[in-house]
């Protein structure tokens, strides 16, 4: 069965975007040795890739005509988005739950690759959908932006257990799994 993962970058002080989605003092680590590897590796191991609708709409306008996701993308959102010529795109309303074994049938035994953005994450987190967070903090603090996982507020804390920490050039790689 598919597992959910959300696989992201993070500043230190847990946010993944500054406010209006700038990604600059992310992608000034885009050179770091092993990092590009190991989201290619990742990357193999896909098979749907869900995101929410301002995520998908930063990636088209920073890389247009460039749909660089070869595995079938599902949009939430409560917004009409196109989709380049190409692209796999299916834009969906509602909660992640109802969505939820679609996405795993989609995916086959690979993953569901949860892009983003942090309110999205936290939908899964909070419904019990998150199985693994790969998460490669960058020694950067913004002091604001948009949270790991959103604002939503947890009914219950949700336990993970570390597997996982690799170092590179200042950054570091957290692989966690659902306790």
């Given at each position: 069965m598919a597992e959910f993962v959300y696989y992201v970058g993070a500043s230190l002080d847990g946010y993944i975007a500054q406010d209006g989605g700038?990604?600059?003092w992310l992608e000034k680590f885009d050179d770091v040795e092993g990092l590009g590897e190991s989201y290619r590796t990742f990357e193999r191991g896909v098979g749907c890739i869900v995101m929410g609708?301002?995520?998908y709409e930063w990636i088209r306008e920073h890389h247009p005509g460039e749909w660089s996701y070869k595995a079938p993308c599902w949009v939430f959102s409560h917004h009409e988005h196109t989709a380049d010529d190409g692209a796999d795109v299916v834009v969906v309303r509602g909660a992640v739950t109802e969505f939820a074994s679609e996405l795993a049938r989609d995916a086959g035994e690979k993953a569901v690759y949860?892009?983003?953005g942090g309110n999205l994450a936290g939908q899964f987190l909070a419904a019990g959908l998150v199985d693994r967070v790969v998460v490669?903090?960058?020694p950067v603090a913004l002091g604001g932006g948009v949270p790991l996982f959103g604002s939503?507020?947890?009914?219950?804390p949700k336990d993970f257990r570390l597997e996982g920490i690799t170092q590179r050039d200042g950054t570091v790689e957290l692989d966690y799994r659902a306790a």
């Open positions: 700038g990604l600059a609708g301002e995520t949860i892009v983003g490669t903090l960058v939503r507020a947890l009914a219950t």
